[in-house]
Every structure is written in structure tokens, then in C-alpha cells.
């Protein structure tokens, strides 16, 4: 997945030279997108050059700018004022965090609406922000660059449902394909008179032309929006799920219909209040949830991840030149960490190579795993000691990055974890550890525990490595060597560490020195 940054690098090896040392990289440090949806404004500030950015700013307004537009071909009125307001506080912001000019897109409520574009030019007079009315078709094509941004690479389709409009876009290696749109957003089918039949057959009608401009698809599908993320965090409720994570969780074709059902029969009040969600957010989620079984009954997808990236970070993903978008997310984003915040930044490399004879004929997936772990095996340093362990898993399993699993945040979590400590059992984490198969934990525990020995022997990111694992799987033997010049680093707590490291491998261990 790390494409040209598998290739060693003179200076960087393995890992390739990270992107923000570029400084066509650093232009992009510090980016300001907004949204105008269809039933929410909403401003971002993307932060760092890494390729999975931080979110340096975030702030969401519910405007309920497409709510009536069936009845009038008007913008809400209420909605407008919200808008107007939050737009004025949106460029006040920008200007505060010296990011100009912002980059303002308005989806399918400004352009449907017969005052969309009057409404875009009163902002520009009041404020100087010019927004770009996007068709569905760009609009489409966005929300994919934003799933792209967090998994480079992918296939599949993705759905991004707004208040107003649902967007459907083929992606095939990194690429954007066939696209289409439709009035399928909740707002417009809370407008459709009659009944729960009268919508079903509606949204039938008009999935059936989507299946025809699209195609036939059997990858994974992507699902954008708040909508889906609400119906995503209701699955989670329903089912007892530990990680309150929506980025990458997973759902099939069963669970989409449980949880459908789940919503129909449910205290809608009760289940906004268990979720966290907002009252305005609830209020779609039940027309949302008609529409999903019939998109996934229609595509048959082969399974169904949520992406908390969409068209904000295909903004983004846009202005990125193409050999920044074909990097790994996750390892940029574990570089930028350890640059900022490591004690000794670049030792991250060192610590892999020294771990890496621990897993012979590893998967490029585990291998990817292995190299973000050592990269921030050190950068929760000032983390209060006897919290250490459990801060590193929780910026491990909960972080904003992109390209990760839930199971793959367990195993990173686990293994810098055991970084810090030899034993997983009592910690408040425990209900999350059956996210990952034993075969996982096993590894990660391992990791960890290598990490821990490799730390102490090294003080200098300069010095040569005076440490070497050999590690021989048929007869259960670890053999640490040492050169003469870091014999006196192995001192008892390193000694203990290499016990316990030969532990968990079920392996004798011995210290040479060469």
C-alpha cells in the first residue's frame, strides 16, 4: 500500500523519504475548506503536511439550508441567516489563523435553489469568500478523492448521502470512474407525500437507474456522510461494539438490515440520547435508513467500510500533486508524529531494523504495521509514567489516522502498549482486545516487547547499531548481539527485557557479544 515508499531511500530506507520533508509538501501545511451542504456549514482546517492530516479546526453549524426546497425552490429562510452567520464567523476565523483564501464549495441546495447564486454572491460581498457551486457530478468526484485520501489505492464504490442528494462514484486504483447522482438525500424523501411505501417505491425507482449509470459493483462500499456515520453509530449501539470509532468500521449486508429494523421499532429520543447524536442529525436518520438496505440489495457490495473522509478532504486530496496522494497515509502520518514529538526523531527506522528479523516472510500488511509502531514507539514520552502505556493505546486505537482497520488499531494499540508495559490483563481496555484474533495479539504483544529491549540499546540516533536480533523460529532461539562498544548498554533491565521478550516467543534467549 506504501507504493514508491516501499523503495529504500538512501537516507530513509524502508520507510522513503517522508512527504512533508518536501516543500511542495509543506505549501499544503495548513488548509482551510468549507461545506455548504444541503442541511449543514461546516468549516475545516486541515493542519501539517502529513498525508493523513490533523484536523487543526473543526466546527459544524446545522443550517437547514435545502429544508422546504421541495415546496418553495427557495433556500430555508431560517436556514439562510444561519448560514450567512456562520460563513461571517468562518472568515473571521481564517483571517485569525492567517489562512487565506479559504476554499468554499456549496453542494446540491445552493444549486438547486432559485436564490442558490444570489445567496453565493451576498456571502462574497459580505465576507470575500467565494464559494463554488458544485454539480453532482464534481461533487461525486470529490467524495472519492476523499476516500482516496484515506485508503490510496481502493476499489469499490462510494456513496455519499447529503440532506438533498446522494452521490454514487466508481473508484479503480486510485482512479475515479463512472458517477452518477440523485435526489435520494432525507430531506427531499421527508418531502414525498404519502407513506413509508410511497418512499420505498420512490427510492426503488430511482436506484434501479442508478445500478444502470453505474454498473454492476462488487468491491467494497464506501459510505460518506452524516447520515451514514449516524446509522453506523446506532449499529454500534445495537450490537455492544467497544471501539466508538466510525472511521473504517465494517458492516455487511445482514447487519444493514438489523440495524434498519432496529431504527423503524425504536424510541427514536432514546436511541438519539444513547449515541450522542444531535436532534437535527436524528430526525434524517430514519428516511437515511430507507435507502440504505435497497443500495446495499441493489450493489451487493462484497462488504461495507464508513469513511469519515468526503468531499472536505477531496478538497484537500485535489491539491495534492500526485506523488504525495500515492503515499501511505498511516506512515506519513507516524513520520510527522515522530518528527514532532519523538525524543529522538529518526530512530524509528533504527528500532525497525532491529525488530524486523522477528517477523520472517511477514505480510506487507503486518510489515506496515510493524514500521508505524516503531515509529511511534516513543513519541507518548511525556505522558506521566504510570499512564504511559495506556495513553500510547489510546492514541493508538482512537487517533485520527487514515488507512487503518479496527483490528489494525488494536494491534498497534497492544503493541505500543506492551512497549511500556509486559502485561496486557487489568487495564480498562480489555473489552476491545477480542477485536483482534489471538495470532494478532500474539505478534503485537512480541512487537512490543522488542521495542521495549530495542529502546535501551541505542542513545544516539547517529551512532552505529550495536544491536543485532537473531532469531531462529524451527528452535525456539532468540540470540541478542551485541558489539563490544554496547556490551555495557545491556544492563540488567535490558537483560530482563530480553527474558520477557523470549517469553512471549515461547524461546530460549542468549546475549553474544561480537
Same mark, same amino acid.
Given at each position: 500500500?506504501?507504493?514508491?515508499?516501499?523503495?529504500?531511500?538512501?537516507?530513509?530506507?524502508?520507510?522513503?523519504?517522508?512527504?512533508?520533508?518536501?516543500?511542495?509538501?509543506?505549501?499544503?501545511?495548513?488548509?482551510?475548506?468549507?461545506?455548504?451542504?444541503?442541511?449543514?456549514?461546516r468549516?475545516?482546517?486541515f493542519?501539517?503536511?502529513a498525508?493523513?492530516?490533523?484536523?487543526?479546526?473543526?466546527?459544524?453549524?446545522?443550517?437547514?439550508?435545502?429544508?422546504?426546497?421541495?415546496?418553495?425552490?427557495?433556500?430555508?429562510?431560517?436556514?439562510r441567516?444561519?448560514?450567512?452567520?456562520?460563513?461571517?464567523?468562518?472568515?473571521?476565523?481564517?483571517?485569525?489563523?492567517?489562512?487565506?483564501?479559504?476554499?468554499?464549495?456549496?453542494?446540491?441546495?445552493?444549486?438547486?435553489?432559485e436564490?442558490?447564486?444570489?445567496?453565493?454572491?451576498?456571502?462574497?460581498?459580505?465576507?470575500?469568500?467565494?464559494?463554488?457551486?458544485?454539480?453532482?457530478?464534481?461533487?461525486?468526484?470529490?467524495?472519492?478523492?476523499g476516500?482516496?485520501?484515506?485508503?490510496?489505492?481502493?476499489?469499490?464504490?462510494v456513496?455519499?448521502?447529503?440532506?438533498?442528494?446522494?452521490?454514487?462514484?466508481?473508484?479503480?486504483?486510485?482512479?475515479?470512474?463512472?458517477?452518477?447522482?440523485?435526489?435520494?438525500?432525507?430531506?427531499?424523501?421527508?418531502?414525498?407525500?404519502?407513506?413509508?411505501?410511497?418512499?420505498e417505491?420512490?427510492?426503488?425507482?430511482?436506484?434501479?437507474?442508478?445500478?444502470?449509470?453505474?454498473?454492476?459493483?462488487?468491491?467494497?462500499?464506501?459510505?460518506?456522510?452524516?447520515?451514514?456515520r449516524?446509522?453506523?453509530?446506532?449499529?454500534?449501539?445495537?450490537?455492544?461494539?467497544?471501539?466508538?470509532?466510525?472511521?473504517?468500521?465494517?458492516?455487511?449486508?445482514?447487519?444493514?438490515?438489523?440495524?434498519?429494523?432496529?431504527?423503524?421499532?425504536?424510541?427514536?429520543?432514546?436511541?438519539r440520547?444513547?449515541?450522542?447524536?444531535?436532534?437535527?442529525?436524528?430526525?434524517?436518520?430514519?428516511?437515511?435508513?430507507?435507502?440504505?438496505?435497497?443500495?446495499?440489495?441493489?450493489?451487493r457490495?462484497?462488504?461495507?467500510?464508513?469513511?469519515?473522509?468526503?468531499?472536505?478532504?477531496?478538497?484537500?486530496?485535489?491539491?495534492?500533486?500526485?506523488a504525495?496522494?500515492?503515499?501511505?497515509p498511516?506512515?506519513?502520518?507516524?513520520?510527522?508524529?515522530?518528527?514532532?514529538?519523538?525524543?529522538?526523531?529518526?530512530?524509528?527506522?533504527?528500532?525497525?531494523?532491529?525488530?524486523?528479523?522477528?517477523?520472517?516472510?511477514?505480510?506487507?500488511?503486518?510489515?506496515?504495521?510493524?514500521?508505524?509502531?516503531?515509529?511511534? +514507539?516513543?513519541?507518548?514520552?511525556?505522558? +506521566?509514567?504510570?499512564?504511559?502505556?495506556?495513553?500510547?493505546?489510546?492514541?493508538?486505537t482512537?487517533?485520527?489516522?487514515?488507512?487503518?482497520?479496527?483490528?489494525?488499531?488494536?494491534?498497534?494499540?497492544?503493541?505500543?502498549? +506492551?512497549?511500556?508495559?509486559?502485561?496486557?490483563?487489568?487495564?480498562?481496555?480489555?473489552?476491545?482486545?477480542?477485536?483482534?484474533?489471538?495470532?494478532?495479539?500474539?505478534?503485537?504483544?512480541?512487537?512490543?516487547?522488542?521495542?521495549?529491549?530495542?529502546?535501551?540499546?541505542?542513545?544516539?540516533?547517529?551512532?552505529?547499531?550495536?544491536?543485532?536480533?537473531?532469531?531462529?523460529?524451527?528452535?525456539?532461539?532468540?540470540?541478542?548481539?551485541?558489539?563490544?562498544?554496547?556490551?555495557?548498554?545491556?544492563?540488567?533491565?535490558?537483560?530482563?527485557?530480553?527474558?520477557?521478550?523470549?517469553?512471549?516467543?515461547?524461546?530460549?534467549?542468549?546475549?553474544?557479544?561480537?
Amino acid at each position: 500500500m506504501n507504493g514508491p515508499a516501499e523503495n529504500d531511500h538512501p537516507e530513509w530506507g524502508p520507510f522513503g523519504r517522508p512527504l512533508f520533508a518536501d516543500p511542495e509538501a509543506r505549501a499544503l501545511s495548513r488548509v482551510g475548506v468549507v461545506d455548504i451542504g444541503s442541511n449543514s456549514v461546516r468549516l475545516v482546517v486541515f493542519d501539517g503536511a502529513a498525508r493523513s492530516p490533523a484536523y487543526f479546526y473543526n466546527e459544524k453549524i446545522m443550517c437547514g439550508l435545502g429544508a422546504g426546497m421541495s415546496e418553495t425552490g427557495r433556500l430555508n429562510p431560517e436556514g439562510r441567516e444561519r448560514a450567512r452567520a456562520a460563513l461571517r464567523r468562518f472568515q473571521l476565523l481564517a483571517e485569525g489563523m492567517d489562512i487565506q483564501p479559504l476554499t468554499a464549495v456549496a453542494t446540491a441546495a445552493v444549486r438547486d435553489a432559485e436564490d442558490g447564486r444570489a445567496f453565493c454572491a451576498e456571502i462574497a460581498a459580505e465576507t470575500g469568500i467565494r464559494i463554488h457551486i458544485i454539480d453532482g457530478a464534481d461533487e461525486a468526484r470529490l467524495s472519492a478523492q476523499g476516500v482516496l485520501l484515506g485508503w490510496p489505492g481502493s476499489f469499490g464504490l462510494v456513496c455519499d448521502i447529503g440532506g438533498s442528494s446522494m452521490e454514487l462514484a466508481e473508484i479503480s486504483g486510485g482512479r475515479v470512474g463512472r458517477r452518477a447522482t440523485s435526489a435520494l438525500g432525507p430531506l427531499k424523501l421527508r418531502e414525498i407525500p404519502g407513506g413509508r411505501k410511497e418512499r420505498e417505491a420512490h427510492i426503488a425507482d430511482i436506484m434501479a437507474g442508478l445500478v444502470e449509470k453505474v454498473g454492476p459493483q462488487r468491491d467494497r462500499l464506501f459510505l460518506v456522510g452524516g447520515s451514514w456515520r449516524a446509522i453506523a453509530r446506532i449499529d454500534m449501539e445495537r450490537r455492544a461494539y467497544p471501539l466508538h470509532v466510525l472511521h473504517e468500521y465494517r458492516m455487511n449486508a445482514e447487519a444493514v438490515r438489523e440495524t434498519a429494523k432496529f431504527i423503524e421499532k425504536a424510541d427514536l429520543e432514546v436511541l438519539r440520547k444513547a449515541c450522542g447524536l444531535s436532534s437535527s442529525r436524528m430526525a434524517l436518520v430514519p428516511f437515511a435508513a430507507e435507502v440504505l438496505p435497497q443500495l446495499v440489495d441493489a450493489f451487493r457490495p462484497a462488504d461495507i467500510a464508513i469513511s469519515s473522509y468526503g468531499i472536505r478532504e477531496g478538497l484537500l486530496y485535489e491539491q495534492m500533486p500526485q506523488a504525495l496522494r500515492d503515499r501511505d497515509p498511516l506512515i506519513e502520518a507516524c513520520s510527522f508524529a515522530e518528527a514532532k514529538d519523538a525524543r529522538l526523531p529518526g530512530f524509528g527506522r533504527r528500532l525497525f531494523r532491529f525488530v524486523e528479523p522477528l517477523f520472517p516472510g511477514a505480510s506487507p500488511a503486518r510489515r506496515r504495521l510493524v514500521k508505524a509502531a516503531c515509529l511511534l +514507539h516513543d513519541v507518548s514520552w511525556r505522558a +506521566h509514567p504510570d499512564y504511559r502505556a495506556e495513553t500510547c493505546f489510546d492514541n493508538a486505537t482512537r487517533a485520527n489516522l487514515g488507512g487503518l482497520k479496527h483490528s489494525e488499531r488494536l494491534f498497534l494499540g497492544l503493541a505500543l502498549l +506492551h512497549r511500556y508495559r509486559n502485561k496486557r490483563e487489568g487495564t480498562r481496555f480489555e473489552d476491545l482486545y477480542a477485536l483482534l484474533d489471538a495470532e494478532g495479539t500474539q505478534a503485537a504483544e512480541v512487537l512490543g516487547k522488542a521495542m521495549r529491549l530495542g529502546a535501551m540499546l541505542w542513545m544516539s540516533e547517529r551512532s552505529q547499531a550495536g544491536a543485532t536480533l537473531d532469531w531462529d523460529p524451527v528452535e525456539r532461539r532468540l540470540v541478542l548481539k551485541l558489539t563490544r562498544e554496547a556490551e555495557p548498554l545491556f544492563g540488567e533491565v535490558a537483560q530482563a527485557r530480553l527474558k520477557s521478550l523470549g517469553g512471549s516467543l515461547n524461546a530460549e534467549t542468549d546475549a553474544q557479544v561480537v
